[in-house]
């Protein structure tokens, strides 16, 4: 059984950063991709960001390029988003997510473990 608890997130300020990080265990966490989802209030789940198994491939969503980083650590066995820049509409329950398979992916049916959520408030 693969457990993923997420941190970091909290209420930032318009403008600001802040680092969610998820622990994960329970398999070998290096052979598997991990991606990072949102949902905010009355919307459906999106993606946000994946990455491969060894870190080498990345994908972000198309409005979030520039300034979300997601990177992982195989040796602790974490993996990061660091978020920049965020607006008001970045505001939502943020989701760490281990894949089916070794490749990054946006898709959502790709992933099959899932963390409790940590939420990002960021206000105006």
């Known amino acids: 059984q693969v457990q993923l608890v997420e941190s970091g997130g909290g209420l930032v300020q318009a403008g600001g950063s802040l680092r969610l990080s998820c622990a994960a265990s329970g398999r070998t966490f290096s052979n598997y991709a991990m991606g990072w989802f949102r949902q905010a209030p009355g919307k459906e789940r999106e993606f946000v960001a994946t990455i491969s198994w060894s870190g080498g491939v990345t994908y972000y969503a198309n409005s979030l390029k520039g300034r979300f980083t997601i990177s992982r650590d195989n040796a602790k066995n974490m993996v990061y988003l660091l978020m920049n820049s965020l607006k008001s509409e970045d505001t939502a329950v943020y989701y760490c997510?281990?894949?089916?398979?070794?490749?990054?992916?946006?898709?959502?049916?790709?992933?099959?473990?899932w963390g409790q959520g940590t939420q990002v408030t960021v206000s105006s």
């Open positions: 997510a281990a894949g089916t398979t070794a490749a990054a992916t946006a898709m959502m049916s790709r992933y099959d473990y």
